[in-house]
């Protein structure tokens, strides 16, 4: 069995290879993500789509990604986290190559599909990675690095889908992915080392990792097909509850699950992920819907729409490191609560944004609010989830809270629709989509000061040398939100963790 490799420093050039080898894989798949939204008028109208079918384009790779990255975390924990990254970034070119050949809907959905089984193999992977291999003083500022570049490849998404989408095709946004995959594999077989949890060991959990994709993929299904009123829709999503029920009886039962319960004994861990449901939720509605407002109501190109969201790319490229360093010092409690309010505002004055609307006086304040938001979101929420548990589940607590994004993503791209009366035909006419829209972003903005409230009243600063890394005493950092000792102690002490069996 391989032990982890030593603490690489990130000033020497191995570490920065391993950085950029975890940038470029984990981007590759946040920038598909959203590069597919600017495309989707004109998949829509080549293909002869309505939007159900625009919504299973996202969705088809949000259901394999956030039902399986759970088992993407831990086959690496297990068997390699640079084994099982390799493994993701060439079955997600595979995905991606079958996309771009695809030759009507059905076909790419099922691309979409096998896409996300690659992105849930190499994204929890890229982060497990820097957390096993970058020396502890440097992972805060690597982590800040990730998620900077990371989340600089899903902004840049829109503007270079919309560059591709106005010129060689919309296909090109998926081949693209080709030639990035042919760079990030050698260059991560060459430098990155391998890592894994020793303690991983026993029975592959088959049945939680079949039970959580089908739970998922049901309720989506229910989700984009109600307003048909057809009985099948309700039977599906009973279905999708009831499997989502059996998934979490199993993985309390079983002696190896893929979610082991004590994972959530950190209070922050639990904390965090609660957080995280909300606000990826919004913003997974956000990005779904504002690339069609501003291509279908506003009147703008496919390149135009891209480019316009080109300030919130900007401002994480500038200014994620520093955030990361920022939550570092200050605790992730403030960042957590005052990100998704910028947030919130930012998607409020997503509002002015209609027929006649100005980008300098509409919709860049709204952009450039949302910019900022994400940039003081997105660092310290990674960090502090990484911290919150042992070095050596890395990959797993990462696995948990992309499933918690993704999932939030994803069945806010379901239900968005539906909540704001968006028909099947509804962004082939601007009046129709413009008043669906305004609706959308309110649920969006609730949804965002829901993760801030939860955040402020959840998320505690340990003191230094708190064990709040699984400890196993109920103190206020460690324990769940809901636990007497989380109401009672002081939150920013701890007593000692008892020794571990």
Same mark, same amino acid.
């Given at each position: 069995?391989?032990?982890?490799?030593?603490?690489?420093?990130?000033?020497?050039?191995?570490? &920065?290879?391993?950085? =950029?080898?975890?940038?470029?894989?984990?981007?590759?798949?946040?920038?598909?993500?959203?590069?597919?939204?600017?495309?989707?008028?004109?998949?829509?109208?080549?293909?002869?789509?309505?939007?159900?079918?625009?919504?299973?384009?996202?969705?088809?790779?949000?259901?394999?990604?956030?039902?399986?990255?759970?088992?993407?975390?831990?086959?690496?924990?297990?068997?390699?986290?640079?084994?099982?990254?390799?493994?993701?970034?060439?079955?997600?070119?595979?995905?991606?190559?079958?996309?771009? %050949?695809?030759?009507?809907?059905?076909?790419?959905?099922?691309? &979409?599909?096998?896409?996300?089984?690659?992105?849930?193999?190499?994204?929890?992977?890229?982060?497990?990675?820097?957390?096993?291999?970058?020396?502890?003083?440097?992972?805060? &500022?690597?982590?800040?690095?990730?998620?900077?570049?990371?989340?600089?490849?899903?902004?840049?998404?829109?503007?270079?889908?919309?560059?591709?989408?106005?010129?060689?095709?919309?296909?090109? !946004? =998926?081949?693209?992915?080709?030639?990035?995959?042919?760079?990030?594999?050698?260059?991560?077989?060459?430098?990155?080392?391998?890592?894994?949890?020793? $303690?991983?060991?026993?029975?592959?959990?088959?049945?939680?990792?079949?039970?959580?994709?089908?739970?998922?993929?049901?309720?989506?299904?229910?989700?984009?097909?109600?307003? @048909?009123?057809?009985?099948?829709?309700?039977?599906?999503?009973?279905?999708?509850?009831?499997?989502?029920?059996?998934?979490? #009886?199993?993985? $309390?039962?079983?002696?190896?699950?893929?979610?082991?319960?004590?994972?959530? $004994?950190?209070?922050?861990?639990?904390? !965090?992920?609660?957080?995280?449901?909300?606000?990826?939720?919004?913003?997974?509605?956000?990005?779904?819907?504002?690339?069609?407002?501003?291509?279908?109501?506003?009147? #703008?190109?496919?390149?135009? @729409?891209?480019?316009?969201?080109?300030?919130?790319?900007? %401002?994480?490229?500038?200014?994620?490191?520093?955030?990361?360093?920022?939550?570092?010092?200050?605790?992730?409690?403030?960042?957590?609560?005052?990100?998704?309010?910028?947030?919130?505002?930012?998607?409020?004055?997503?509002?002015?944004?209609?027929?006649? @609307?100005?980008?300098?006086?509409?919709?860049?304040?709204?952009?450039?609010?949302?910019?900022?938001?994400?940039?003081?979101?997105?660092?310290?929420?990674?960090?502090?989830?990484?911290?919150?548990?042992?070095?050596?589940?890395?990959?797993?607590? @990462?696995?948990?809270?992309?499933?918690?994004?993704?999932?939030?993503?994803?069945?806010?791209?379901?239900?968005?629709?539906?909540?704001?009366?968006?028909?099947?035909?509804?962004?082939?006419?601007?009046?129709?989509?413009?008043?669906?829209?305004?609706?959308?972003?309110?649920?969006?903005?609730?949804?965002?000061?829901?993760?801030?409230?939860?955040?402020?009243?959840?998320?505690?600063?340990?003191?230094?040398?708190?064990?709040?890394?699984?400890?196993?005493?109920?103190?206020?950092?460690?324990?769940?939100?809901?636990?007497?000792?989380?109401?009672?102690?002081?939150? &920013?002490?701890?007593?000692?963790?008892?020794?571990?069996?």
């Amino acid at each position: 069995m391989t032990a982890p490799a030593p603490g690489i420093p990130l000033a020497t050039a191995r570490g &920065r290879w391993i950085v =950029f080898t975890t940038v470029l894989g984990s981007g590759m798949a946040l920038l598909d993500s959203t590069v597919v939204n600017v495309a989707l008028p004109r998949i829509g109208r080549d293909l002869g789509a309505d939007l159900a079918v625009l919504q299973w384009t996202v969705n088809a790779y949000l259901v394999t990604l956030a039902g399986l990255i759970l088992v993407g975390g831990a086959l690496g924990d297990r068997y390699g986290r640079r084994r099982i990254f390799v493994l993701g970034v060439v079955w997600f070119a595979a995905g991606s190559l079958l996309c771009g %050949l695809a030759p009507n809907a059905g076909v790419l959905i099922a691309a &979409r599909a096998l896409q996300g089984i690659g992105g849930a193999l190499l994204t929890p992977g890229s982060l497990a990675l820097i957390q096993g291999s970058i020396h502890p003083d440097d992972r805060a &500022r690597a982590v800040g690095l990730w998620s900077g570049f990371g989340g600089v490849g899903a902004a840049v998404g829109p503007f270079l889908g919309g560059w591709l989408v106005d010129g060689p095709g919309w296909r090109w !946004v =998926f081949l693209l992915n080709v030639p990035l995959a042919a760079l990030c594999v050698p260059v991560a077989l060459r430098h990155v080392p391998e890592s894994r949890d020793p $303690r991983a060991r026993g029975r592959f959990d088959v049945a939680g990792a079949v039970l959580g994709a089908a739970s998922l993929a049901l309720i989506t299904y229910a989700l984009i097909e109600a307003h @048909s009123g057809a009985l099948t829709v309700t039977v599906t999503a009973v279905a999708g509850i009831l499997l989502g029920a059996v998934f979490g #009886y199993v993985e $309390r039962r079983r002696p190896d699950p893929m979610v082991p319960p004590d994972i959530f $004994r950190s209070r922050q861990f639990t904390a !965090v992920n609660l957080v995280t449901l909300c606000v990826y939720a919004a913003l997974g509605g956000f990005f779904f819907l504002v690339v069609l407002q501003l291509q279908v109501v506003a009147g #703008y190109s496919a390149l135009g @729409s891209g480019a316009a969201l080109l300030p919130t790319t900007a %401002l994480m490229l500038l200014l994620s490191a520093r955030s990361a360093a920022l939550g570092e010092r200050i605790g992730p409690r403030i960042p957590l609560t005052v990100g998704p309010l910028l947030c919130a505002a930012g998607t409020l004055l997503m509002l002015r944004v209609g027929p006649d @609307s100005s980008y300098v006086r509409d919709v860049l304040p709204a952009l450039v609010v949302m910019g900022a938001g994400l940039t003081v979101l997105v660092a310290p929420l990674t960090a502090t989830v990484l911290a919150s548990v042992d070095p050596g589940r890395a990959g797993l607590a @990462s696995g948990i809270n992309n499933a918690a994004a993704r999932a939030a993503g994803l069945l806010a791209v379901a239900a968005l629709p539906l909540l704001a009366g968006m028909g099947p035909d509804a962004y082939l006419s601007p009046g129709a989509f413009d008043a669906a829209f305004g609706r959308s972003m309110l649920w969006c903005a609730g949804a965002l000061v829901a993760g801030a409230a939860l955040a402020w009243a959840t998320v505690r600063t340990p003191a230094p040398g708190a064990p709040h890394a699984e400890c196993r005493t109920q103190c206020p950092v460690c324990a769940p939100p809901w636990s007497p000792a989380a109401r009672t102690a002081t939150p &920013r002490t701890a007593p000692e963790p008892r020794a571990k069996a």
